[in-house]
């Protein structure tokens, strides 16, 4: 079956250090990868996507991801965090990329940045 | 101007209720989905209609029976509930394969 692991639960880091997210999925045949972030007691805000085109995408709070298909990776990635970013943060995947394709979820990773 | 409404945002019932969560989106979207968030966070797709047809069914129990009267709204129904379906219920809806979530229904069955 197709599944997306995010490798780590949890994430801690001090403010202004960089952080990676790590995020795989299972097959390497056509994807759509997103990249959500959950506020405590908010719903889901899509954070960057990678349809198609260039392999690095950013979205406009200074993180990026790079989609690696040779290892089926999607890395969230920050050289330096805020106290804002602390969230959770969600890896999901569109396989066939059908116009209505299914979001499969990753655990999730619950960033925690101290001060 | 919110892009998914949900309601209500907080529902709290007891076992055994029949109860209703409504989804509204005004982006003009022609998919919309329910998906739900258990007590580990973790987010499970539950159904998809596309103007207003089912097209995901992903092996929910018959006690749950999505209903979409046009394509911007798509409500869900829950019979018989039960203390698992203590959850957040999460609708979204789709463009071009990027979805955008409402703000969520915490269900909470006693």
């Known amino acids: 079956a197709q599944s997306v692991t995010q490798l780590d639960s949890q994430v801690p880091v001090f403010e202004e250090a960089p952080v990676e997210l790590r995020c795989n999925y299972s097959s390497s045949v056509s994807v759509y990868l997103f990249w959500y972030v959950q506020y405590p007691n908010q719903g889901l805000q899509l954070l960057l996507k990678?349809?198609?085109?260039?392999?690095l995408v950013e979205s406009i709070n200074g993180f990026e991801a790079e989609f690696n298909k040779s290892q089926t990776s999607f890395h969230l990635r920050k050289p330096s965090v805020h106290i804002s970013d602390t969230a959770e943060y969600f890896c999901?995947?569109?396989?066939?990329?059908?116009?209505?394709?299914?979001?499969?979820f990753g655990q999730g990773t619950i960033l925690t940045v101290h001060p | 101007d919110t892009a998914v409404s949900q309601t209500p945002k907080y529902l709290v019932t007891q076992m055994g209720n029949d109860k209703s969560i409504k989804c509204e989106q005004n982006?003009?979207?022609?998919?919309m989905y329910w998906y739900k968030q258990d007590s580990k966070k973790f987010l499970k797709i539950m159904f998809s209609?596309?103007?207003?047809?089912?097209?995901i069914n992903e092996t929910v129990p018959n006690r749950f029976s999505p209903k979409s009267p046009d394509k911007a709204h798509l409500n869900l129904h829950i019979n018989s509930l039960e203390l698992g379906d203590s959850a957040v219920y999460f609708c979204?809806?789709?463009?071009?394969?990027?979805?955008?979530f409402g703000p969520g229904t915490r269900l909470t069955v006693l």
């Open positions: 999901a995947v569109i396989w066939g990329g059908t116009s209505y394709g299914k979001l499969t």
């Open positions: 990678y349809l198609s085109g260039s392999t």
């Open positions: 982006l003009g979207h022609d998919t």
């Open positions: 209609y596309n103007n207003k047809e089912l097209i």
């Open positions: 979204a809806s789709s463009h071009h394969n990027e979805q955008f």
